[in-house]
């Protein structure tokens, strides 16, 4: 997606924690949007930060620092069906207020 | 509720035919979006619509056309198939498009593979 950066891949074992980042560059920002997607399957809506600070969501949370143009998922007590592509969205005035998709990032969960 | 449907789940087509591709949506939803991934790629936008009757064109609309006739259906055409068009397709839907934590709800998606 335009100026939104994921890293690619991502390997971590089963009870762990990991970290996915996103970072990104626009004007007129409005929203960033996490969703899961798992082989073969449509996204699915994870998490969603406008304002500055951390979003708690059970195992999954997700945090956002707008001056930095940076977001990360952190995602507890990893299970195996934790193996998925994680997206990172951005919404902002300089695409219209329509979401713009990263390329994901494919996490790996090993036992 | 059945969400997001689309209709096929996955075509082979040769270059040059068409084909549409039907997404219906029974959530009431004003928003409507097309989507294709390729792999290792994010969603790219290739139409919205924020209503019956209005659409526009997102970041890759080439080669392609939509139409919304009602609030349910958001069919997108193909007229010309080509190799590049080969992907897998997304439709979604959502209430809002500019306000608060509002989410996208995708379909299962159409894989089409042009040969």
């Known amino acids: 997606g335009q100026n939104i950066d994921q890293p690619t891949e991502m390997t971590a074992t089963e009870g762990a924690i990991v970290q996915i980042n996103c970072t990104y560059q626009?004007?007129?920002?409005?929203?960033l949007f996490w969703y899961q997607q798992h082989a073969g399957e449509a996204p699915t809506f994870l998490s969603y930060?406008?304002?500055?600070g951390l979003e708690e969501k059970g195992r999954f949370s997700s945090f956002l620092s707008r001056s930095k143009g940076y977001s990360y998922l952190l995602l507890k007590e990893l299970q195996m069906k934790d193996s998925a592509s994680y997206l990172c969205?951005?919404?902002?005035?300089?695409?219209?207020?329509?979401?713009?998709f990263g390329a994901g990032t494919i996490l790996r969960v090993k036992s | 509720n059945a969400g997001v449907t689309q209709t096929p789940k996955f075509r082979i087509l040769k270059i040059g035919q068409s084909m549409t591709l039907q997404c219906t949506q029974d959530?009431?939803?004003?928003?409507m979006y097309w989507y294709r991934q390729d792999p290792g790629m994010g969603l790219k936008l290739i139409y919205y619509?924020?209503?019956?009757?209005?659409?526009d064109k997102g970041e890759v609309p080439n080669g392609y056309n939509v139409s919304r006739s009602t609030t349910e259906d958001f069919p997108l055409r193909l007229e010309l198939a080509a190799p590049s068009q080969t992907s897998v397709y997304f439709c979604?839907?959502?209430?809002?498009?500019?306000?608060?934590?509002?989410?996208?709800?995708f379909g299962p998606g159409t894989r089409l593979l042009v040969l």
């Open positions: 979604a839907s959502s209430h809002l498009l500019t306000m608060g934590g509002e989410t996208q709800y």
């Open positions: 619509s924020v209503g019956a009757g209005i659409t």
């Open positions: 930060n406008v304002l500055d």
């Open positions: 959530m009431n939803h004003n928003y």
């Open positions: 626009t004007s007129g920002f409005n929203g």
């Open positions: 969205a951005v919404r902002a005035q300089e695409y219209g207020n329509k979401l713009v």
